[in-house]
């Protein structure tokens, strides 16, 4: 971010890969991909390529972690080390934490905790391939791993991203959008409650660009909603 | 479960349902801020101390040569780091920096770093062999809530008052030949939901209590950084309400700095 692109990345009113400005990638979401998770979700979102799986609710340890009132949702967002093209160093790095964190934060929100005392949820979310948008497409599979191991719910959460390039307000970038762009807005969004939660911007926005790509975002997240639901039923539907 | 906090917590909800706030401010009063700058004299390029009513924070630069990134040749580097030191809170541990101390570090960081509060391109000593690294590093002293807003206004008053070494001889001389190269004053703005009521500069007291967190920096006229906290969430014109706030707010506190 706040790179400057030697060449342009609109060209005639149209993206470097012939998107419209309010146009997602192609999404695939598929529920139920792994055997031993209790519940698991495999994402294809452009070139990223995700896999979440969710284990419990179970036992938690270290016991002093655990919480009488509520389980604990542990959120663990992890990139592969050949997921970019420098290779990425294993293991949990400032970023990764960070990204974790805010995951947990917006999943807290739909999950009832409070049904399952004592005991610890977790969730984690492996970024295979890398492509710009990782942490939209983390969210939105662990939302649906988490619907898939049966845990119960308020409602899925769905996320996206709207970004500006070449002063331009578009949704969902990709790598060289995200690299040489000028700002970029991810969200977590609700559809049916109208709530956010999760938000993070950096870059430079206007209020007027700012409210544009809240929109794009939320407009977004609103279509990945319909292909989560649309994953979760094509698994149980028999 | 804690009975003191969630004691506070309903009482301090119940009294934002009432329009009021725990310490009688008004929910778009900012507590009480003083800056001194330059408190680490002899061993810092640039510091500043600053309380946000009871929350203390102390931010020092260091400016040391070294090597640029492979994608920035021709830019310096800044970086910053947050520790949350034991003897600012009964719940602050010793040990690596947790989840808390990274966001606190990368929320400061996107700020500075997204406005581009620090002119990189002019802290190159020899391009793609040498350039200048400027590290930010905050030392939460005492905390009383909103350390975000506390740690930006640390760290953008101390990189305001830092000075540039000399590299002479392959060496660095730390003697000064300037100021550091500084554009703008990006200032960061945190709220807190709680209820159904949203106040900015939460005390420690509100935090317990709050069911998010949402923090907007910005240089006045351009927004550079949001982050959103919490397990709450906001609704999209909350949202638009605290952004138009911080906006506003921002030459006030653009003042205090000097």
């Not at chain 1, 971010?1 to 309010?22: A, H, Q, Y």
């Not at chain 1, 949990?92 to 807290?108: C, F, G, Q, W």
């Not at chain 1, 991810?186 to 430079?204: F, N």
């Not at chain 2, 707010?249 to 700095?257: E, M, P, Q, R, S």
Request: proline share 5%; glycine share 8%.
């Amino acid at each position: 971010m706040g790179g400057k692109s030697e060449t342009p990345l609109i060209v005639k009113g149209k993206r470097l890969d012939g998107r419209k400005f309010d146009e997602l990638r192609p999404i695939k979401i598929e529920a139920g991909t792994l055997n031993r998770a209790d519940g698991s979700c495999y994402l294809e979102w452009g070139n990223n390529k995700v896999l979440a799986a969710v284990y419990g609710p179970r036992e938690l340890h270290p016991k002093h972690r655990q919480d009488n009132t509520r389980a604990v949702l542990r959120c663990r967002y992890n990139m592969a080390p050949f997921s970019v093209s420098d290779r990425k160093r294993p293991g949990p790095d400032r970023r990764s934490t960070e990204i974790s964190k805010v995951i947990r934060e917006a999943l807290e929100r739909v999950v009832f905790l409070n049904y399952f005392p004592t005991s610890g949820i977790d969730l984690f979310m492996e970024i295979l391939q890398a492509d710009a948008g990782t942490r939209c497409a983390a969210l939105t599979a662990g939302a649906v791993a988490l619907a898939d191991a049966g845990i119960p719910m308020r409602n899925l959460v769905a996320s996206c991203a709207a970004g500006k390039v070449d002063d331009t307000i578009v949704l969902d970038l990709m790598q060289d959008e995200d690299n040489f762009g000028q700002g970029d807005m991810p969200l977590g969004y609700i559809p049916p409650k109208d709530e956010i939660v999760l938000l993070q911007m950096d870059g430079d926005f206007t209020k007027e660009e700012f409210e544009k790509a809240k929109g794009y975002a939320i407009e977004g997240c609103k279509k990945v909603y319909e292909l989560q639901k649309a994953a979760l039923k094509s698994k149980y539907k028999g | 479960m804690n009975i003191d906090r969630e004691l506070k917590r309903h009482f301090v909800g119940r009294l934002i349902e009432n329009g009021r706030r725990i310490d009688g401010r008004g929910f778009d009063d900012i507590r009480e801020t003083s800056i001194e700058t330059n408190v680490i004299d002899t061993k810092a390029e640039g510091s500043a101390r600053v309380k946000l009513g009871n929350t203390d924070v102390l931010c020092g630069i260091k400016v040391l040569a070294g090597t640029p990134y492979p994608d920035r040749p021709e830019s310096g580097v800044m970086m910053t780091g947050a520790e949350l030191v034991p003897i600012a809170s009964p719940n602050f541990e010793m040990g690596r920096p947790g989840e808390d101390a990274i966001e606190l570090a990368r929320v400061v960081d996107r700020s500075i770093r997204e406005s581009q509060m620090i002119d990189l391109d002019k802290l190159v000593i020899e391009p793609k062999e040498k350039v200048w690294m400027v590290s930010i590093d905050l030392h939460v002293l005492n905390h009383d809530g909103n350390l975000l807003d506390a740690c930006n206004l640390a760290a953008i008053s101390a990189l305001n008052t830092t000075w540039m070494p000399k590299f002479e001889e392959e060496q660095v001389v730390r003697e000064k030949s300037g100021d550091l190269p500084i554009n703008k004053l990006p200032i960061s703005f945190t709220f807190a939901k709680i209820g159904s009521g949203i106040v900015l500069d939460p005390i420690l007291d509100e935090e317990f209590a709050m069911d998010a967190r949402f923090t907007v920096g910005t240089s006045g006229k351009e927004l550079h950084a949001m982050q959103k906290g919490g397990s709450g969430a906001f609704k999209p014109d909350e949202i638009s309400g605290m952004v138009d706030k911080a906006m506003a707010k921002y030459k006030d506190v653009k003042k205090l700095i000097k």
